[in-house]
Each structure stands twice: as structure tokens, then as C-alpha cells.
């Protein structure tokens, strides 16, 4: 997998470490002290990269062996039959799932954490949004199960009369027809997601809002502009990649989040046209979800499901790294 | 300046249509009133309906009444402002209500006895038991996993604000936000995968090392945000004292940051306090009382909050536990957050003045 | 177009500290008045109460009157924002927004305001740029950000972007104190020749300049650290440079304090 090849790449074993000792015993004394603390301190970053390249070969490792036993295609399959011999699974309908539970999350956060961060920056009188954005701190901490246990007992229940008015007027677009069922889907799944992400792309949004030199805005607001008119001429345009990053950690978590999903969609393995219907899984929720009944042909199966999960956020979150990387720089030059 | 004359919209005067400071309350309160005149006509039950009824009308409203007293400008300004604010209400209420819910539905349960017992015999679906076992657990699994995280993570960090310099540094930086992205759950395959190899069956510290996992990069940005804030001088004045570096680190740096640091531990603890998913593949629950996190199943409160809810086929009982549950979960978590905020106020460095 | 300035009686605060106290002055149209005085005696707090910019700032307010002609800035109904469409600003560093081009900068402020044809946005930009003595200098690169520019063409598109929207009176926050000397003398001819036009009211640190481009001057002072602002005296620049009525006026000016 090209993930393996990146981590040997970034960290090559043996050549670099010796390099980079020579340097550092230029410049410290070679006192036993100092060797022993400088040796401590390199070997746990040390150990950070190998923890990362044994995540990513092991994985791969594992999920080889189950691939290589798949009867049915891995990547288009509509199956997930791992106890059986033999095997027949594919990531079809998880890749399904997961992308439009996110994308429902992400098209529902993004503006209003967006908003609330200029809420937090530009709006809320200023004895409010102290207090606010510490409740926001806080609510990025609350476990995710608790979010599982109040979604599938608080947010399920409530959701029938809006499937029932979707259903009402939007029922013949065929994406919110709805059946009558429990309304434990997809779009359920989406809005609790988006309850969940909401928090930390507040929490970066905002931060970025706060960086806006004043002197941008006091340039706007001397041109004579309404306070959203310096919001759109100097606030969102320096922000703009800001929130993007944002926006993509908070991605990165919705891809990956197990035990909200889990408790609150009511899975099958078919892709369905509408977001009401139960039904569908993403590859987080069928691991927690099958785990308990897979046999040791099975876990591996679920690793190898594992393992494209984790390439998928590696690459979003190491975009998001990227957009931010390249701010800083460009902020910089500017500042 | 002829050109500008001719298309200039603006007022002669300063003074322009105005509308008056209590406008928005008015408004808002005249949609409320619409809406739920609007809900009681047509018969819609849920109050969310009313509420988001509610919101657009005072939206649409503001826009066509400001439009026609302040022009299109003053009216998207104002449009703008009560959008920001309905989401910020839009945000409040699920927020809100998760708490509330939790609150309120986890006390019932919630006592001494809830606390000191473990489920033991008592059925799923029975009333009785507790969460002791899981505390035991949660506590063993956590505090094993910040006794590898925390100097991993901290040691990392002094290496990369101290030493690091050239390619080495970078992917360790690199690698370290990426490992912030990691899926708990991926981490919990991970440490699967070497069991599966190994043979063993689940155990506590199985699901230490994942947590572990998780724990490390979080320590370590928060410690790097820390180390840098220490000034330069410091380091430079002990250097120039004759001090060996690494006790200059020891002695000067660490503990000028020592309180940003155990703020950032706390907050780390506090998020991996939490996670469910590694736990449930990796130590697999039990209900009863195991002391042992280096063999048999354990059990940890995130995953008995999981199971009470998902293998108890809807009882009460079980469901009330799980509330309980969740307070003190969340409790924990946030008095780990409050204190950790306390630290960071407290010992703060004074940095310029 | 340029409008008198008469201020009676304005005291400002941050919070409950007192920055100014008490000024009352007239600033006659098209003319250049510098503010000149110590560092912190309140001269660009007083130039930011002129286009209501003081209560931007948290804790900012303003008590008295600003008279534009014969309106209060300060009166009831006032709306700030058409308060600062013809009160224009100029700041002490350079901000031309970063993420917009030399063209889109000049033109923010009319797109404000309302539709303009392309062909006349044109006109204007040029025109604007012409006034700011820019437009040979960027005419080949006007969709090219404005942060590629140096500082003091930077601080020169600033000022084509505030007289864009044809302001009456255009408000100068030390603006050649970030700058190198040629830049400086290139904003002081600019000064000469858009005082033809506008009311200028210039902040500035630097005496030879207040007495090279201006026809009346301001002298601040404060009692005391911590204490007000106040507004010692103000005369033809000529007069004050040569022979003012106050002695802490010359004591400033000859360099004895501040």
C-alpha cells in the first residue's frame, strides 16, 4: 500500500538517525548526561515513526491474509459473509456509508460552526462569548459514546416528525422517501455526526477569526462597510484556508468515528437510494458492530476494512496539515 | 468625479432609515408568536418544527423590514447578524439537551451502591449492579496507558523543541499530526492484529497500549506548544553557568513548564477516558470485578455505557445504567478538564508583561 | 465636496479611563491640519473620535459633538457607517488586503456602495490611482496583489482606495511613520496636491513634517501620565512653528521635551 512506501520514505531507519547523532554531538558535550538524555528523547520520537510504520504494516500484513481468502471482489463486493469458508466480503456499501454520513455531517456543520465562530469573534456581546467558547472547549471533551447513548435515545425518537415532513414534500425525490421505519439511518447518523464535529471546527474556526490583523478590518469598516461586509472583505478571505483545515479535522473525526454510529444506525449491508431508510454502515461501525461474532478469519477481514479507513483519514487529515502548513507561511510573509 | 456623481447611492444625509435598537427582539418575538400560531393551525407536534418555523420567519423578516426602512445593505448586515445567531441557538439546543438528558436521567441510579458494586450476576435487563468493575478498570487501562503516553510523549517533544533539527525532526512533526488523525478504532485494530499474531486473549493492557497510542501525540503537541513559550534567556543564562544541557532541561526548562505540561497530560487523559472503541476489541467487557490488567477481560466505563445499551433489548433498568454511567463519565472528564484549565491559570509563565 | 470639521466640547474614554478631554477646534475645508504632541497625548484617539473608529474599539465611547457642515456625527440616528463613507481614513502601517488584487483594492470601497459598469469602475480606479501618483507605477500589474507592492506604495494605494469613494474630509493616522524617506517625501507632495479636494487632518510625530505640509497645527499635551489628553493649542502652522502663544508649545516644539 502506498502508505507503507510514505513512512519508509519520511523516516529512513538507519542513515539519518547516525547523521543527526553526529551533529548533535558537535554541539553538546560529550558528557554520559547529556548523550543518555539526548539518546531518551531521539528514541521516542524514534518510536512514534516505527509505531506509525508498524500500524501500517501490520495492517496491511493482516488484511493481505484476509484479502488473499475473499471469494467475492474486496473493493466492489455487496457482502460481508467472513464466518464462512469460503469468505465472501467486500467495502462497497462501508465506503457508501461512511462517505455520506460525512458528507451529510459536513454540509451541516461546516457553515454553522462557521457561524458560531463568528459569533464567538465578531458578534456575541463580549461578556457572552468568554463563557461560550468555554462550553464549547468542554463539549469537544464529552466522550463519544455518550453522544452514541444520547443520539439512539434522545435524537432517534425525535426524529420522526422531520423524516415524516421530509418525506411529505421532498418524498418523490426518492432521497427522502421514507418507509415508516425507525429512523435510525444515514441522515440520523449525518446530523448526530455533525453535532459530534461541531465543537472543533468551531474551536479552529475560531481561532483563525481571531488572528485577522485589526488593521484589515479597521480598513474595511473605514471604507465605510457594515460589520458583515468587513466579515466578507477582510475576515472570511484571510480565513478562508483556515476553515478549510477545520473543516478537515473535523472530516478526519466524522470518517472515523465507531460508537456514535454504532449505536444509532440500524445497519444492513445494501446501499439505498434514501438517507431515511435504516440501512447501509461505514467501515467503523461494521468493525465495532461484527467484531464480537467474527472468528479469527473474520477480525482480519475487519482489519483489512480497517486499513483503508485509516488511509482514507490519513490522507484527509495530512491534507488538512498541509492547508494549515501553508498559511502559516503565506501569514507569515504577510504579517 | 462626474462619473461617481451619477451612479453615487448614497444618502445626502448622514442620517438614514433607522430602525430602532429593539427592533430585533420585536421581531423575533413576532415570529414566535406567528409560528406558533403556525404549528397549532396545522396540527405539528414537535416543538423543533415550531422553533425552526420560528427561526426562518425571523429571518425572512428582518430582511423584508429592514429592506424597507434601512435599504438592501443595512438589510443584509442585519440578515447576516440573525442568521449568525440562530445557529448559535441551532447549536445550543441538541448541546443543551445532551447535557440535561444526561443529568437528569443519570442521577436516578446514581449512588454509593451504584458505585461500589460491579454488575456481576445481575441480569441486563434486572435493575441492581453497578459500575465498580468498570472503574477499576477505566482507572488500571487509563493510568497504564499515561504512564507509556505521557513520557513517550513528553520526552518527543523535548526532542523536537531542544534537538531537533534536519530531516529526522521534520517527520516526527509531520507524523505526529498525522497520528493526531488516527481513528481509535484503527489504533485498537492495530494492537488487534499483534494479538491475533500472538495468540492472546483479551486483557486490560491490550487496551492500555492502544490508548497509549492515541494519548502520545496529543502530549506531545501540547507539550511542544509549552517548551517553546519558555524564553530563550532561560536556557541561555544556565548555559552560559557552565550547566550540562541535559540539565539545563531538567532543572530549568521542564519545570518553568512543568504546569502547561500536566495541563496538556490531564487534557489528553481526559480524551482517551473516553474512547470505546479500542476497549471493546481489545479488553471486550466483563461484569465482574477483575483486578488484573495483565490477564482476562476487563471491563471500562465507555463500554459498559456501549453494552448496557446495546445488549439489554431495550430495558429500562439497563438503560438507566447507562445514564448513570455517563455522568460519571462525564464528570470525571470534565473535572479532569476543569482542574487542567485551573493548572494551566495557575501556573501559568509569565511571559512579557 | 470638502466639509468643515468643528468638535466642541469631545471627551473619549477606553472604558472608564479617560484619553481626551474636553477638545473643541475647527478644521476649515481643504486645507491640511497636523496634530502634533508627545507620544500617548491622545492625538490619534482625538483623529479616530473624527470618523466615529474610537468606539470600534472595545470599551471606546465619546462624549460632545463632531460637526460635519452642520451635522452632528454623534446625533441621534446617526448611522456610523455612512459617518466613515465620507469621513475617509488613512492608518499608520500600510493595509492593503492581502487577498485581493491592486484593481480590487481600489475599488472595495465603491463596490460598497453600489453597481458600477466595469467602465467605470476603470475610470475610476485610474482616476484614483492617478490622485494617489501610483497609476505609472501599477498600471501593468493591476490584477496583481496589492501586498506584492512596496511599503510606500502600499500606504499610497491605501490612500487611492480611501479617495475612491470621494470622502469630504480624508483622516491620516502617521502615515509616513512605517515608511523610508523617499517614500515619505512622495505621501507629503501627495498631501499638497489632495488638499485641492479634501479636508486633510494629519497625525504626525515628526515636526518637519507637520510645518512642510501643513496650514494649520494642533498641539497636544498631557498634565500627566495617565491623566487626559488635552488639546493645548491650535494655530497657523506658521505661527506655531515661529512664535506659538503657549510655552509648553515651544518647549515641544524646540525639542526641550517629548
Known sequence: MDISTKTTDASPPTPQPAAAGKRGAARSTSRPGDRIFLGLSRGSGILLLVIMAAIAVFLTYRASLAISKDHGNFLTSFEWNTNIDPPVFGIAVLAFGTVVSSVIAMALAVPIAVAIALFLTHYAPRRMSGPVAYVVDLLAAVPSIVYGLWGALVLVPHMNGLFGWLNDYFGWTGIFSWDGGAPRSMLTVGILLAIMILPIITNVSREVFRQVPQMHEEAALALGATRWEVIRMAVLPFGRSGVISASMLGLGRALGETMAVATVLSPDFDIHASLLNPGGGTFAQNIASKFGEATEQGRDALIASGLILFVITLLVNGAARAIIARRKEYSGANA | ?353 | MAKRIDVSGLTAYYGSHKAIEDISMTVEPRSVTAFIGPSGCGKSTFLRTLNRMHEVTPGGRVEGKVLLDDEDLYGAGVDPVSVRREVGMVFQRPNPFPTMSIFDNVAAGLRLNGSYKKSQLNDIVEKSLKGANLWNEVKDRLNKPGSGLSGGQQQRLCIARAIAVEPKVLLMDEPCSALDPISTLAIEDLIGELKERFTIVIVTHNMQQAARVSDRTAFFNLAAVGQPGRLIEIDDTERIFSNPSVQATEDYISGRFG
Open chain 2, 1 to 353: 468625479m462626474s462619473t461617481a456623481a451619477v451612479t453615487d447611492k448614497r444618502p445626502n444625509s448622514l442620517r438614514s432609515g433607522h430602525l430602532p435598537k429593539w427592533s430585533p427582539w420585536a421581531i423575533a418575538g413576532g415570529s414566535v408568536v406567528v409560528a406558533a400560531g403556525i404549528g397549532l393551525g396545522a396540527g405539528l407536534s414537535s416543538k423543533v418544527e415550531w422553533g425552526l418555523i420560528a427561526a426562518i420567519l425571523y429571518v425572512l423578516g428582518t430582511f423584508v423590514i429592514a429592506t424597507m426602512v434601512e435599504g438592501k445593505r443595512q438589510a443584509k448586515d442585519r440578515v447576516a447578524t440573525s442568521l449568525v445567531w440562530v445557529a448559535f441557538l441551532i447549536a445550543v439546543i441538541p448541546l443543551v439537551s445532551l447535557i440535561w438528558t444526561t443529568v437528569k436521567r443519570g442521577v436516578k441510579v446514581l449512588d454509593p451502591y451504584f458505585l461500589t458494586h460491579s454488575m456481576g450476576i445481575v441480569a441486563d435487563s434486572e435493575p441492581g449492579g453497578g459500575i465498580y468493575h468498570a472503574i477499576i478498570g477505566s482507572l488500571e487501562q487509563v493510568g497504564l496507558a499515561t504512564l507509556i503516553g505521557a513520557p513517550i510523549g513528553v520526552l518527543t517533544a523535548v526532542y523536537l523543541v531542544e534537538y531537533g533539527r534536519g530531516k529526522l525532526a521534520r517527520a516526527v512533526t509531520f507524523f505526529v499530526d498525522v497520528m493526531t488523525g488516527v481513528p481509535s478504532i484503527v489504533a485498537g485494530l492495530f494492537i488487534l492484529s499483534l494479538m491475533l499474531m500472538l495468540d492472546m486473549q483479551p486483557f486490560g493492557f491490550a487496551g492500555s497500549l492502544a490508548l497509549a497510542i492515541l494519548m502520545m501525540p496529543v502530549v506531545v503537541r501540547s507539550t511542544e506548544e509549552m517548551l517553546k513559550l519558555v524564553p530563550n534567556e532561560l536556557r541561555e543564562a544556565s548555559l552560559a553557568l557552565g550547566v550540562p544541557k541535559w540539565r539545563t532541561i531538567l532543572k530549568v526548562v521542564l519545570p518553568t513548564s512543568i504546569g502547561g505540561i500536566t495541563t496538556g497530560i490531564m487534557l489528553a487523559i481526559a480524551r482517551i477516558a473516553g474512547e470505546t472503541a479500542p476497549i471493546l476489541l481489545l479488553v471486550w467487557g466483563n461484569s465482574f470485578i477483575n483486578n488484573n490488567p495483565f490477564s482476562g477481560a476487563q471491563q471500562a466505563l465507555p463500554l459498559y455505557i456501549y453494552q448496557q445499551y446495546a445488549n439489554s433489548s431495550g430495558s429500562t433498568a439497563a438503560y438507566d445504567r447507562a445514564w448513570a454511567a455517563s455522568l460519571t463519565l462525564i464528570a470525571f472528564v470534565m473535572i479532569l478538564n476543569l482542574v487542567a484549565r485551573g493548572i494551566a491559570r495557575w501556573k501559568a509563565p509569565k511571559t512579557g508583561r
